[in-house]
């Protein structure tokens, strides 16, 4: 099968999105370059964008060891959302309080960051700003949305920012089952993510920046990127491999790799969208422990995904690892149990993809002044909008600008490294076990399960 042809079938959005997905260039042989970034999602792509604008003179090259967009930034859930994994109070444990509030007031304006640059730069990918609707399904469930409504309040975020729906309100965006109240905030866009991928890509090369695909980054060392084909020198390298980075030398604790499964259905009729609402696209979850995430799409489907495939021994990534018929099949059942109306749907389209965590569940990004080696990720399922204040914030790193995102307290934040296997891999599906086991006990009891709370801590979120 051609190159082309693998790629369509990594997800609902590469079958879909717009122009050729045969790889470009590979590296011709060693080159020099200002800055070289190692991996060309979303990281990798606003890092290159927000540098051009700064300076159009500095010369960028990607190695990329598929195509661009070829990791989670081309096949995720498509929220661009306000979410950062780590919470206000651990931020504030981290970096005082003023610390934390600026980073959630941070990724919130980043949501709207995301659409402009889609706007100036003509970029269509199917935005639609209409928020976030988690519901509350069960008595736990909506215990949660009080709390989390009530810690928001205490940080001084208000009704426009976040705010708990009486079961009535809630229905009125979707009419889910068993729905007893919900959370909504409007900090959060449906996207089509490889649309952006690809889109932001497409644009960097008309600017000159060079993407080299199908280039394997063996080794990042300070001042260079080694490769098969070559080698890229550059002042500055930049690690923007997210949940691949166990692969690369040295980096085998740093972040550990997650799947996360997905389902697309086919377009639906209107009579059934006129049953299920989610009119303006509002992304939509419930308040479950073992997350869920849902989107209806431009061209009115639902794609929906969720956690529950298994850590693999030694931080291992592999092709088959991204789809795995029982969680699909998890999937399509807590889907129609969702909308019942769905009853008999068709799923089109099955994918899935590991996405990275640090140790301490907490996102960062930094630059080593000593090696010129930068690097950001851990973004724990949130990344679709956090890699572009990622990308901001090393392209104001590398050229030396002290800025209000610079001060953020993720910036320069490291996690501590994961344990040895077999006790990573205990601990990972460990975990993983119990949040499903809460959920059911919750489901079946109405009580909030404490499992979920213990492993919640040991793992650190
Ligand atoms: C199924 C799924 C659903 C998700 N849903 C959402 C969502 O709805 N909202 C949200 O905010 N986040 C979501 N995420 C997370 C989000 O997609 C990621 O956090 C984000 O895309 C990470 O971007 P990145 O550029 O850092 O990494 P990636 O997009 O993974 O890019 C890393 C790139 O590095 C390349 N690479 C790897 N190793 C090498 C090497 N040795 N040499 C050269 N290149 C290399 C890879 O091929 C890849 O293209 C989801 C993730 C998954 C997997």
Same mark, same amino acid.
Do not use: E, I
């Given at each position: 099968m051609s190159y082309e042809g693998v790629y369509r079938q990594l997800s609902f959005w590469h079958d879909s999105v717009p122009g050729s997905l045969e790889p470009g260039h590979s590296l011709p042989g060693d080159v020099q370059a200002d800055v070289a970034i190692a991996g060309a999602g979303l990281t990798g792509l606003w890092t290159a964008y927000y540098l051009n604008k700064i300076d159009p003179e500095l010369t960028i090259a990607i190695c990329e060891r598929e195509i661009a967009g070829f990791g989670a930034s081309g096949r995720n #859930? #498509?929220?661009?959302?306000?979410?950062? $994994?780590?919470?206000l109070g651990k931020l504030e444990r981290m970096a005082g309080r003023e610390q934390a509030i600026a980073m959630y007031r941070a990724m919130q304006k980043t949501v709207d960051q995301v659409g402009s640059v889609t706007i100036i730069e003509n970029i269509d990918c199917h935005w639609a700003k209409g928020g976030t609707i988690s519901f509350a399904r069960s008595p736990s469930q909506l215990e949660r949305a009080r709390e989390e409504v009530a810690q928001a309040r205490m940080y001084g975020f208000d009704e426009t920012d976040i705010r708990l729906l009486t079961a009535e309100e809630a229905r009125d965006q979707a009419q889910a089952s068993d729905v007893l109240g919900g959370v909504y905030t409007p900090h959060c866009a449906s996207i089509h993510p490889a649309r952006l991928a690809r889109g932001l890509a497409s644009l960097l090369r008309d600017r000159g920046v060079q993407i080299f695909e199908r280039t394997p980054v063996s080794r990042i060392e300070p001042g260079r990127l080694v490769t098969p084909h070559g080698t890229v020198e550059a002042r500055h390298v930049v690690r923007a491999t997210e949940g691949y980075t166990p692969g690369m030398s040295g980096q085998g604790r740093a972040i550990v790799p997650v799947y996360s499964l997905v389902i697309a259905t086919a377009p639906l009729p209107q009579k059934i969208w006129e049953q299920i609402g989610l009119e303006c696209r509002p992304t939509f979850s419930d308040l479950r422990h073992l997350i869920i995430y849902g989107q209806r799409t431009a061209d009115g489907r639902l794609v929906f995904g969720g956690r529950g495939a298994p850590y693999h021994f030694g931080s291992a990534i592999q $092709? #088959?690892?991204?789809?795995v018929p029982a969680v699909f099949a998890a999937l399509r059942s807590t889907l129609i149990e969702l909308f019942p109306v769905l009853d008999d749907v068709v799923i089109t389209h099955t994918w899935g993809g590991p996405l990275g965590i640090a140790r301490d569940w907490c996102a960062s990004v930094g630059l080593d002044p000593a090696t010129g080696i930068g690097w950001a990720g851990g973004y724990v399922g949130d990344g679709l909008s956090t890699t572009n204040l990622a990308g901001r914030t090393l392209a104001d790193l590398i050229t030396g600008r002290d800025t209000e995102i610079t001060k953020l307290p993720w910036v320069g934040h490291k996690s501590r490294r994961w344990e040895l296997e077999p006790m990573r891999w205990l601990g990972i599906n460990g975990g993983l076990r119990a949040m499903d086991w809460a959920d059911r006990s919750e489901a079946r009891t109405g009580r909030q399960s404490r499992t979920a709370t213990v492993f919640g801590r040991f793992l650190g979120g």
């Open positions: #859930g #498509g929220w661009c959302s306000a979410l950062f $994994p780590a919470s $092709p #088959g690892f991204d789809r």
